[in-house]
């Protein structure tokens, strides 16, 4: 999308219109994986993080946001990696360690549609141990049924929040934070129970979307 000066839904669809298809055998996949990511990289080099660019991410369409969202899902996927071969993972440096709890926070926990209800169960106080970030979540969960479905949904959620007094501490490294926030990993330390502990495994548990 970057490359190609794509900067609305309409230039996607006309990108997914035209793409070829999926190939089949592995070496093609991979020759396919390969071409995109020199394109990818290529594009970043290329352009500056405030120019406007499509993202899924409607509150911001700049490609800040796509190198960001490329690096800490490649930092994961690189663990994910190391785990299924069982070969020791190499440490995240500490900025993109802090940067994939920012993104956690700030982008994949905070989504919910505009018809939903949302409530507030918890307010979480994050901090590393080894470095001077800290995070101040409010968790709770957001339900309702889908207008055009009419599926019901009952669905955690997360966002940052400026001041309060925190119902749950968690702390450990900002690199175990980030392996936790993103579920590689639950080497933290937490302080608290009942319903705010209950709904923080929730949001976990969960996962990225």
């Known amino acids: 999308m970057l490359s190609e000066d794509v900067r609305d839904d309409a230039g996607v669809a006309e990108i997914d219109a035209t793409k070829p298809p999926r190939p089949t055998e592995t070496l093609d996949v991979l020759a396919l994986c390969a071409d995109a990511t020199d394109r990818l990289l290529d594009a970043l080099e290329r352009l500056d993080d405030n120019e406007v660019r499509w993202s899924w991410w409607s509150a911001d369409q700049t490609v800040g946001f796509t190198r960001r969202m490329q690096t800490f899902e490649a930092t994961m996927h690189r663990i994910d990696a190391e785990i299924t071969a ?6 995240m440096a500490p900025g993109v360690a802090a940067g994939a709890v920012d993104h956690a926070v700030d982008v994949m926990w905070g989504w919910m549609p505009e018809w939903a209800t949302y409530e507030r169960s918890a307010l979480v106080d994050a901090r590393a141990t080894d470095t001077a970030d800290h ?4 968790v709770g969960r957001w339900f309702g049924t889908g207008p055009e479905s009419g599926n ?3 669905e955690p959620r997360a966002v940052r929040v400026s ?4 119902d ?13 926030a993103w579920t590689r990993g639950r080497v933290v330390e937490v302080d608290g129970d009942g319903s705010g502990q209950r709904a923080l495994d929730a949001l976990i548990s969960a996962g990225m979307q």
């Open 163 to 166: 001041t309060g007094d925190a």
């Open 86 to 91: 069982g070969v020791a993972s190499n440490p």
């Open 168 to 180: 749950i501490h968690v702390s450990a490294t900002v690199e175990q934070l980030a392996r936790w």
């Open 152 to 154: 019901e949904f009952d």
């Open 135 to 138: 995070w101040l979540i409010e």
